[in-house]
């Protein structure tokens, strides 16, 4: 893509189906679609989760999410009862839904499948293995990954709509979630997405609702809150306005600042034009380490927020409290118990604060999201209009957002003033809590190091991830740049030969990657031989994150931490102890 | 001034172009065996002969007069990166881009048996590469110290590296007797290219070598100086049909495969954008790309063809057996002139040009590999070429082909290739009149007027 001039042909390449062409599709699929009943749909006489919700919000009952990621069906099944029985019959607390993780082959079509390597997580293979999802408990189920949004979104939607599941996501994935190139056209992938948001359309009248989450998507990526809702406005649009299904919108994961998820729940309801019920709001993971009782404040902190966020403004997000191993493993079933209990007094303890919110000062908050928000989302469709984007077709409209990007969203229409010195050009109206979390604990770890301005000047290192999450790099980075470092990063999903060709070329003698998808092990063998073939003398690897490895026969990933230090690998994962253990090997 | 003039000095032909610049359309064309081996202003003396007949001696003498000269078969180039996926490929592009031939090319600390071979290649340039900005100087150095004090390599080295070791590069080159030239780091950065100073540093000492060629002297009293070297003149015309102009639309993604006796070239422009789901490994990729297949031509490197190609495929095209096919070759290495004249020989032509396009197109695209993370994330390295949208033959064993069609075809990805960065489809064209070094040549002055020319000289295939 040019930097200086934007070009249609740049951001759509090829013709796309129009917005009739789509719908006409979508008319097509439903034929054979009817909505099944689950047990829960069943137990509280209702046909579908939105018509549940919308009782329940009536009634001012908070609800309640669980996310599942093992990979079998068995053990799934197995987990379903036994949360179950301990939570509901045991104890007598509610648990409304369950987020089922499905494998990525779930998002490739049926005969693709075997061109691709299959993950670890859950696989269905045929309807029958779909439908037995919602009759195991009464508790709904919500399939939010490689559903809506991957190269399978149609058919996966048919399927789950007969098994009785009547919200699913997720649009936000499509921005973000790349699935192994060839298999499909950028363009085949809209249509077939776009079909299914159509599909779901059809039949919002009885209960479809088409689930988002922000923080998967660009979401994460935006530097300024408002320009994040504009881009809200955007999905909403897109799904709502032009293929005429309803949408939830999530968030959550990036959301720090307890105050600031209310007040983003308010301009959320604010733009919720259908009084969609929402999702789910996800708790916040980026304050979750492996330092397990600071998780358990933040998810204190958080549940409260959220809990309090439902009573004062009843939108059907059911709140989601995260077990606080999460960011070390899997977690277990008595894990995700466990945080349900906790939330479950939370809740108690929650009436005692929502009378004492100010209200006011978080209303003037939200106007102000809301209002750049509007923005926004006004800029980026006068722009591609501009350029010859039909901004009715939301083909052309998913293909061109998602070329753009959110950084260049951002600079080119973003709803801050424009200062050259700001990054991406513009002072955000409300800075996000990615950003704000990566400068506040730059400041932290900065201020504990004594000395640390000019200490490492003159030395190279280079910085990567094995997978997508940077946000540890991103600190890591920031931090040894402001030592003086000469950082040359590689960004996300890196393999070890890209790294081996840059210490050649930069001649670093640091490398530090940041790890979290279960091949630590394989990852540093394949480093540390290549490094030694090169004879590259003198150059230290640093490993950080989940330091894991997945064994084949396990349900979880292996902790690895032993296996590397044996191979001369350094395992940290406190970005303020790096200046140190840099400065004693130069 | 109602003409304007085009002559290419190329190694085979000397060729001209007479475009009628109030009509925008070429009015006459005409090409002599080139004689840039001995005088290279007799060709163009011949040439102006005949255009003089058709245009008459004072429109000769206003019309305006634009050449350039492969320098009899282009500028022989070796580049010497650190890595083979970063600073060697973007020196390859650069040497490629400003139109020389690479002859070798080596990676990491240059070894004794290397500078033997560069001895031996007796190369016209030598590019020095490697080292992001702030990042290794010490290989440079050494690979510095290391030609520097290589007796009997006599070329030029352009040094485009990291900026921090240039002066000493510089220094060491010159106190040991090597002409050194400075040109800016093609990759300065993580995912960063920067090849045109290199391309303008090596395009220099191409225009200087065709500047002392016999006859050029003469050439330049009749029409002026060679403007550029005929590769960067016909990339500069594939770049002209894939932009367009304000009033004509370009065909955005285009390929041009070019045939000869001794090398293929082919050239694309294509946004250099990566794919859905794939991780980009290796030097970015410029948009307007060049490569030349040294060992792929239908004459003089017949047997390296056959040697790259897959001989299944070339006794099927052919329907020859090995023996007979074996005088075809030995035919054509006798005499480089030559011309098929039996059914026979048109077969083992038309199969040789088909073997020649698949090889050489899939050398110069883009490939997809099995990524490393879960198998989620593929990497790709190299040029993403399956949105070009036309695809066209130009020299010799294309244009005189029976069937150019199916030659242009082996340009696409059949469906076996999932991972070839090839088109599916395409229209496929045909230049009859080598009209792509006119357009380039012309584009510097009348981009409408040469978009013209192009459009209604290509040939389409249906």
């Given at each position: 893509?040019?930097?200086?001039?934007?070009?249609?042909?740049?951001?759509?390449?090829n013709?796309?189906?129009?917005?009739?062409?789509?719908?006409?599709?979508?008319?097509?699929?439903?034929?054979?679609?009817?909505?099944?009943?689950?047990?829960?749909?069943?137990?509280?006489?209702?046909?579908?989760?939105?018509?549940?919700?919308?009782?329940?919000?009536?009634?001012?009952?908070?609800?309640?999410?669980?996310?599942?990621?093992?990979?079998?069906?068995?053990?799934?099944?197995?987990?379903?009862?036994?949360?179950?029985?301990?939570?509901?019959?045991?104890?007598?607390?509610?648990?409304?839904?369950?987020?089922?993780?499905?494998?990525?082959?779930?998002?490739v079509p049926?005969e693709m499948r075997d061109k691709v390597?299959?993950?670890?997580?859950?696989?269905?293979?045929?309807?029958?293995?779909?439908?037995?999802?919602?009759?195991?408990?009464?508790?709904?189920?919500?399939?939010?990954?490689?559903?809506?949004?991957?190269l399978?979104?149609?058919?996966?939607?048919?399927?789950?709509?007969?098994?009785?599941?009547?919200?699913?996501?997720?649009?936000?994935?499509?921005?973000?979630?790349?699935?192994p190139g060839g298999l499909m056209s950028k363009e085949d992938?809209?249509?077939?997405?776009?079909?299914?948001?159509?599909?779901?359309?059809?039949?919002?009248?009885?209960?479809?609702?088409?689930?988002?989450?922000?923080?998967?998507?660009?979401?994460?990526?935006?530097?300024?809150?408002?320009?994040?809702?504009?881009?809200?406005?955007?999905?909403?649009?897109?799904?709502?306005?032009?293929?005429?299904?309803?949408?939830?919108?999530?968030?959550?994961?990036?959301?720090?600042?307890?105050?600031?998820?209310?007040?983003?729940?308010?301009?959320?309801?604010?733009?919720?034009?259908?009084?969609?019920?929402?999702?789910?709001?996800?708790?916040?993971?980026?304050?979750?380490?492996?330092?397990?009782?600071?998780?358990?404040?933040?998810?204190?902190?958080?549940?409260?927020?959220?809990?309090?966020?439902?009573?004062?403004?009843?939108?059907?997000?059911?709140?989601?409290?995260?077990?606080?191993?999460?960011?070390?493993?899997?977690?277990?079933?008595?894990?995700?118990?466990?945080?349900?209990?906790?939330?479950?007094?939370?809740?108690?303890?929650?009436?005692?604060?929502?009378?004492?919110?100010?209200?006011?000062?978080?209303?003037?908050?939200?106007?102000?999201?809301?209002?750049?928000?509007?923005?926004?989302?006004?800029?980026?469709?006068?722009?591609?209009?501009?350029?010859?984007?039909?901004?009715?077709?939301?083909?052309?409209?998913?293909?061109?957002?998602?070329?753009?990007?959110?950084?260049?969203?951002?600079?080119?229409?973003?709803?801050?003033?424009?200062?050259?010195?700001?990054?991406?050009?513009?002072?955000?109206?409300?800075?996000?809590?990615?950003?704000?979390?990566?400068?506040?604990?730059?400041?932290?770890?900065?201020?504990?190091?004594?000395?640390?301005?000019?200490?490492?000047?003159?030395?190279?290192?280079?910085?990567?991830?094995?997978?997508?999450?940077?946000?540890?790099?991103?600190?890591?980075?920031?931090?040894?740049?402001?030592?003086?470092?000469?950082?040359?990063?590689?960004?996300?999903?890196?393999?070890?030969?890209?790294?081996?060709?840059?210490?050649?070329?930069?001649?670093?003698?640091?490398?530090?990657?940041?790890?979290?998808?279960?091949?630590?092990?394989?990852?540093?063998?394949?480093?540390?031989?290549?490094?030694?073939?090169?004879?590259?003398?003198?150059?230290?690897?640093?490993?950080?994150?989940?330091?894991?490895?997945?064994?084949?026969?396990?349900?979880?990933?292996?902790?690895?931490?032993?296996?590397?230090?044996?191979?001369?690998?350094?395992?940290?994962?406190?970005?303020?102890?790096?200046?140190?253990?840099?400065?004693?090997?130069? | 001034?109602?003409?304007?003039?085009?002559?290419?000095?190329?190694?085979?032909?000397?060729?001209?172009?007479?475009?009628?610049?109030?009509?925008?359309?070429?009015?006459?064309?005409?090409?002599?065996?080139?004689?840039?081996?001995?005088?290279?202003?007799?060709?163009?003396?011949?040439?102006?002969?005949?255009?003089?007949?058709?245009?008459?001696?004072?429109?000769?003498?206003?019309?305006?007069?634009?050449?350039?000269?492969?320098?009899?078969?282009?500028?022989?180039?070796?580049?010497?990166?650190?890595?083979?996926?970063?600073?060697?490929?973007?020196?390859?592009?650069?040497?490629?881009?400003?139109?020389?031939?690479?002859?070798?090319?080596?990676?990491?600390?240059?070894?004794?048996?290397?500078?033997?071979?560069?001895?031996?290649?007796?190369?016209?340039?030598?590019?020095?590469?490697?080292?992001?900005?702030?990042?290794?100087?010490?290989?440079?150095?050494?690979?510095?110290?290391?030609?520097?004090?290589?007796?009997?390599?006599?070329?030029?080295?352009?040094?485009?590296?990291?900026?921090?070791?240039?002066?000493?590069?510089?220094?060491?080159?010159?106190?040991?007797?090597?002409?050194?030239?400075?040109?800016?780091?093609?990759?300065?950065?993580?995912?960063?290219?920067?090849?045109?100073?290199?391309?303008?540093?090596?395009?220099?000492?191409?225009?200087?070598?065709?500047?002392?060629?016999?006859?050029?002297?003469?050439?330049?009293?009749?029409?002026?100086?060679?403007?550029?070297?005929?590769?960067?003149?016909?990339?500069?015309?594939?770049?002209?049909?894939?932009?367009?102009?304000?009033?004509?639309?370009?065909?955005?993604q285009i390929m041009l495969v070019?045939m000869?006796?001794?090398?293929t070239?082919v050239?694309s422009?294509a946004?250099?954008?990566?794919l859905d789901g794939v991780?980009?490994?290796?030097?970015?990729?410029?948009?307007?790309?060049?490569t030349?297949e040294?060992?792929i031509?239908?004459?003089?490197?017949?047997?390296?063809l056959l040697?790259a190609a897959d001989m299944r495929r070339i006794r099927k095209y052919s329907g020859?057996?090995?023996?007979?096919?074996?005088?075809?070759?030995?035919?054509?290495?006798?005499?480089?002139?030559?011309?098929?004249?039996?059914?026979?020989?048109?077969l083992?032509?038309q199969a040789i040009a088909m073997e020649a396009v698949r090889v050489s197109v899939r050398r110069h695209a883009g490939q997809l590999y099995d990524?490393?993370?879960?198998?989620?994330?593929r990497i790709q390295k190299g040029k993403d070429l399956m949105n070009i949208k036309a695809i066209i033959g130009?020299?010799?064993p294309i244009?005189?082909s029976?069937d150019p069609r199916s030659i242009l075809a082996q340009a696409l990805r059949t469906k076996a290739e999932k991972d070839v960065l090839l088109p599916e489809k395409a229209a496929f064209y045909?230049?009859?009149?080598?009209?792509?070094?006119?357009?380039?040549?012309?584009?510097?002055?009348?981009?409408?007027?040469?978009?013209?020319?192009?459009?209604?000289?290509?040939?389409?295939l249906t």
């Open positions: 893509m040019s930097d200086q001039i934007l070009l249609k042909k740049d951001l759509v390449p013709d796309v189906p129009s917005l009739e062409e789509i719908l006409a599709a979508s008319r097509k699929e439903a034929q054979d679609v009817t909505i099944g009943t689950t047990l829960f749909m069943k137990k509280y006489g209702v046909t579908s989760e939105a018509e549940y919700k919308k009782k329940m919000m009536k009634q001012g009952k908070i609800m309640h999410h669980a996310h599942i990621g093992w990979n079998s069906w068995e053990e799934t099944a197995k987990g379903f009862e036994y949360i179950y029985d301990e939570l509901t019959n045991k104890r007598g607390i509610i648990l409304d839904r369950f987020g089922v993780a499905l494998d990525w082959v779930m998002g049926q390597m299959k993950g670890g997580s859950l696989i269905f293979e045929t309807p029958e293995e779909w439908a037995a999802v919602g009759q195991v408990v009464p508790i709904q189920p919500h399939f939010g990954d490689h559903m809506i949004g991957s399978n979104s149609t058919e996966n939607v048919k399927l789950a709509l007969k098994a009785g599941v009547t919200t699913m996501g997720n649009i936000a994935q499509y921005y973000t979630y790349e699935y992938r809209v249509i077939n997405m776009a079909t299914a948001i159509g599909l779901m359309g059809l039949f919002r009248d009885q209960g479809a609702v088409i689930h988002s989450n922000l923080d998967d998507g660009f979401g994460a990526m935006f530097h300024d809150l408002a320009n994040l809702t504009g881009w809200a406005i955007m999905e909403r649009y897109i799904v709502e306005e032009l293929l005429g299904g309803r949408l939830s919108l999530m968030y959550g994961n990036l959301f720090s600042d307890p105050i600031l998820r209310i007040i983003f729940l308010m301009a959320n309801d604010e733009i919720n034009t259908y009084h969609t019920p929402g999702s789910m709001i996800y708790g916040n993971t980026i304050d979750y380490s492996n330092d397990y009782d600071r998780n358990y404040a933040a998810l204190c902190s958080f549940v409260l927020a959220d809990t309090c966020g439902q009573m004062l403004f009843p939108t059907g997000h059911a709140v989601t409290p995260i077990p606080i191993t999460e960011a070390i493993r899997i977690p277990s079933a008595d894990e995700i118990i466990q945080v349900h209990v906790t939330a479950n007094m939370l809740e108690e303890k929650a009436k005692h604060y929502q009378a004492f919110l100010d209200i006011e000062k978080m209303t003037v908050e939200k106007e102000k999201l809301v209002i750049g928000g509007r923005i926004f989302f006004e800029r980026v469709m006068n722009g591609l209009d501009d350029i010859g984007i039909d901004t009715k077709n939301p083909c052309e409209l998913l293909l061109a957002l998602k070329a753009l990007g959110p950084a260049k969203l951002e600079e080119l229409y973003g709803a801050g003033k424009k200062d050259e010195k700001a990054m991406r050009g513009r002072v955000p109206i409300k800075p996000t809590d990615i950003v704000w979390t990566i400068e506040n604990r730059r400041t932290q770890i900065c201020k504990t190091i004594d000395n640390l301005e000019h200490s490492l000047d003159g030395v190279n290192g280079i910085v990567a991830a094995t997978d997508v999450h940077e946000f540890g790099k991103e600190i890591v980075k920031s931090v040894l740049t402001e030592a003086g470092m000469n950082i040359f990063d590689l960004g996300a999903n890196v393999g070890p030969q890209e790294i081996i060709d840059t210490i050649i070329e930069t001649d670093s003698k640091f490398v530090l990657v940041s790890t979290f998808n279960g091949i630590a092990l394989t990852y540093a063998s394949e480093l540390l031989n290549g490094i030694a073939q090169q004879h590259l003398d003198g150059v230290t690897v640093i490993m950080g994150g989940l330091l894991n490895e997945n064994v084949a026969g396990q349900t979880l990933p292996v902790n690895v931490d032993d296996k590397l230090t044996e191979m001369g690998v350094v395992c940290s994962s406190n970005a303020d102890q790096l200046v140190d253990l840099i400065k004693q090997r130069l | 001034m109602k003409y304007t003039i085009l002559i290419d000095f190329g190694s085979t032909f000397t060729k001209s172009t007479v475009v009628d610049m109030e009509e925008q359309r070429v009015c006459y064309t005409f090409r002599t065996p080139s004689t840039v081996g001995t005088d290279a202003s007799l060709g163009l003396v011949t040439c102006l002969d005949q255009i003089r007949q058709v245009i008459g001696e004072k429109a000769l003498l206003e019309a305006r007069k634009l050449a350039s000269s492969s320098a009899a078969g282009g500028l022989r180039m070796v580049v010497v990166g650190l890595t083979e996926s970063l600073s060697l490929m973007a020196g390859k592009n650069a040497a490629y881009g400003a139109g020389a031939k690479i002859i070798a090319s080596f990676s990491g600390i240059v070894t004794d048996a290397a500078l033997e071979q560069i001895r031996s290649l007796d190369p016209e340039i030598i590019l020095l590469c490697g080292g992001y900005e702030k990042g290794n100087s010490k290989w440079i150095l050494e690979n510095a110290k290391r030609l520097a004090h290589a007796g009997g390599i006599k070329a030029p080295i352009v040094y485009a590296g990291n900026s921090q070791a240039a002066e000493a590069v510089h220094f060491l080159l010159y106190q040991n007797g090597k002409t050194c030239i400075l040109a800016d780091n093609i990759i300065p950065a993580v995912n960063t290219l920067n090849i045109a100073s290199t391309v303008e540093a090596v395009r220099d000492i191409f225009m200087k070598r065709i500047t002392h060629m016999k006859g050029f002297d003469t050439v330049k009293q009749y029409i002026g100086p060679i403007v550029m070297p005929t590769p960067a003149a016909v990339l500069k015309g594939v770049r002209l049909l894939a932009e367009g102009t304000p009033t004509q639309p370009g065909w955005e070019d000869g006796g001794a090398t070239d050239h422009y946004a250099t954008e990566t991780r980009l490994v290796g030097a970015p990729e410029p948009r307007a790309k060049r030349v040294g060992d031509g239908a004459r003089e490197s017949v047997n390296s040697e020859l057996a090995d023996e007979e096919i074996r005088l075809c070759q030995d035919k054509r290495l006798e005499d480089h002139a030559f011309v098929p004249d039996t059914e026979k020989e048109k083992f032509e990524g490393y993370t879960e198998g989620v994330q130009t020299g010799g244009i005189n029976i045909l230049d009859t009149s080598y009209i792509f070094y006119a357009a380039g040549l012309l584009s510097g002055i009348d981009r409408e007027t040469a978009m013209r020319i192009l459009l209604d000289k290509l040939i389409p």
